[in-house]
């Protein structure tokens, strides 16, 4: 089967660095996404990810390994509204999109 | 500006109930989708549409149905709403490509009394 495994939940302190992980078992691989979605709200697009290595995005930046199955979402200076829950998502080999669980991120003061 | 509409942001509705939840979107987008989202089950996919009149099941179709009679209009239909409906319901829109960023509404929570 399909499967896409990330942490339920962590606590960050502000200003500091967190990096949430994300591995996949998918069926084919055809990009990997990152959303962030605010309690009570939709879930927006951060970064996407097709080939090996890091992307930077201001304070975020993804990283990919594709012979792993392994992604991270790395955030630096953390900030009281990052507090939301981070979903990963896989395309697979059909175009499929495959969602995770999410994280949910708790930036302390 | 990309934009996605719901038609209700929260929904109340008794067991056996009929309900029509709809999607709009504005982007001239081929592709929509329906996704029910609950703790700790992350986003599953419901039906999708690639085109208008166009629908296809996802991964968990049992007891709704959808229609796409125009582009920009996607609608979910509970035929008689059961209490394990009760969820948060997101619909989202993509472009033609397969690896192009989804975008969603706001999302409709739904709770079946």
């Known amino acids: 089967g399909q499967n896409i495994d990330q942490p339920t939940e962590m606590t960050a302190t502000e200003g500091a660095i967190v990096q949430i992980n994300c591995t996949y078992q998918?069926?084919?691989?055809?990009?990997l996404f990152w959303y962030q979605q605010h309690a009570g709200e939709a879930p927006t697009f951060l970064s996407y990810?097709?080939l090996d290595g890091l992307e930077e995005k201001g304070r975020f930046s993804s990283f990919l390994s594709r012979s792993k199955g392994y992604s991270y979402l790395l955030l630096k200076e953390l900030q009281m509204k990052d507090s939301a829950s981070y979903l990963c998502?896989?395309?697979?080999?059909?175009?499929?999109?495959?969602w995770g669980a999410g994280t949910k991120l708790i930036i302390k003061p | 500006d990309v934009k996605v509409t719901q038609s209700s942001r929260y929904l109340v509705k008794r067991t056996g109930e009929k309900v029509f939840l709809e999607c709009v979107q504005d982007?001239?987008?081929?592709?929509m989708f329906w996704y029910r989202q609950d703790p700790g089950l992350g986003l599953r996919l419901i039906y999708f549409?690639?085109?208008?009149?166009?629908?296809e099941k996802g991964d968990i179709p049992e007891g709704y149905s959808v229609s796409r009679e125009k582009k920009e209009r996607f609608s979910l239909i509970l035929e008689s709403a059961s209490t394990n409906q009760t969820s948060m319901y997101l619909c989202?829109?993509?472009?033609?490509?397969?690896?192009?960023?989804?975008?969603f509404g706001p999302g409709t929570r739904l709770l079946v009394l």
């Open positions: 989202a829109s993509r472009g033609t490509g397969d690896t192009e960023t989804q975008y």
């Open positions: 990810n097709v």
């Open positions: 998918t069926s084919g691989f055809n990009g």
């Open positions: 982007m001239d987008h081929e592709n």
């Open positions: 549409s690639y085109d208008v009149k166009m629908k």
């Open positions: 998502a896989v395309i697979d080999s059909n175009y499929q999109l495959i």
